[in-house]
């Protein structure tokens, strides 16, 4: 090709190569990932959001505790199936004692700052903790009854420099 000549790119590789620049943009700047908290049994309010891909390193290393190679067999296809990751919760403790979110494989106890008035979603507000801060904000309701109430919600988490806002479904039902 002679010099000062461009290459002419088709189209629906122009549009690969963008989806693909995107793609690597999106994956590096998500450097908070929502994971599931192994705390309590309980029956509490639990903020839930879909398990994607990057997911799975934090899946593998909760799972390489079962020495035996088919029970981490076992463990990461039981994760696999789960299409839900609960990363917030109060686990049934008092307001006072804050609640619990977990990120990157590890869970952060955070306390209550300021409450917004919400008469459903019970974790709206602000919470702070360890370098931490997390706000739950209600978005749109998706179902109410007796037993509780279920909303989409935006929670946005700062920590270590970064931040990021990751839809979720807060679920006070039993």
Do not use: W
Not at 32 to 39: N, R
Not at 43 to 64: H, L
Not at 94 to 107: H, L, M
């Amino acid at each position: 090709m002679p010099s000062g000549r461009f290459m002419r790119i088709p189209r629906p590789v122009q549009a690969t190569l963008a989806a693909l620049l995107l793609l690597a943009t999106t994956t590096a700047s998500a450097a908070i990932v929502p994971t599931d908290d192994p705390g309590s049994d309980c029956v509490a309010a639990t903020i839930t959001t879909e398990r994607t891909p990057g997911n799975r390193p934090y899946d593998e290393r909760y799972c390489a505790v079962n020495e035996d190679p088919a029970a981490r067999a076992t463990c990461l296809r039981n994760l696999e199936h789960r299409q839900t990751i609960a990363f917030f919760t109060d686990r049934c403790g008092a307001p006072e004692d804050g609640a619990f979110v977990s990120f990157n494989g590890e869970t952060h106890r955070v306390l209550r700052q300021s409450r917004a008035s919400h008469p459903d979603v019970t974790y709206a507000g602000t919470y702070r903790g360890d370098g931490i801060t997390v706000r739950v904000l209600p978005r749109k309701r998706i179902a109410r009854s007796e037993d509780g109430a279920v909303y989409r919600v935006d929670v946005a988490i700062e920590a270590d420099g970064e931040r990021t806002t990751i839809r979720g479904t807060y679920d006070s039902r039993p």
